[in-house]
């Protein structure tokens, strides 16, 4: 069965650094973009950022530009979130998601979803 498994989240200071990993297993993760997308407390569903199936194409929310970079090691069926200048507003549980497509950019429809990463930010 498909299973997406993150992990890497933590408490970190404003300004900090965390990579969050997730390790996909139960279909061929070359073929399908993959996403990653944040729930703050008492706040709803926030996508994040995505990647086509082959790694080339990377889209990310404006609130996260230029600050997160995604990126996929299709060798090793694991995707990635590297998170630069974490500010406390990146507070929340952060899901990585398969999509339905091969290629990423708007409009993703996702059929499965990881358990999430808790991921502070706080001083």
């Known amino acids: 069965q498909v299973q997406l498994v993150e992990s890497g989240g933590g408490l970190v200071q404003p300004g900090g650094s965390l990579r969050l990993s997730c390790a996909a297993s139960?279909?061929?993760?070359?073929?399908?973009?993959m996403s990653w997308v944040r729930q703050a407390p008492g706040k709803g569903l926030e996508w994040v950022s995505d990647i086509n199936s082959g790694g080339g194409s990377t889209y990310y929310a404006d609130s996260v530009k230029g600050r997160f970079t995604i990126s996929r090691d299709n060798a090793k069926n694991t995707l990635y979130l590297q998170m630069n200048s974490l500010k406390p507003e990146d507070t929340a549980v952060y899901y990585c998601a398969k999509d339905t497509r091969y290629f990423g950019g708007p409009g993703p429809i996702y059929d499965y979803w990881g358990q999430g990463t808790q991921v502070t930010v706080s001083s």
């Open positions: 139960g279909f061929t993760f070359t073929m399908y973009a």
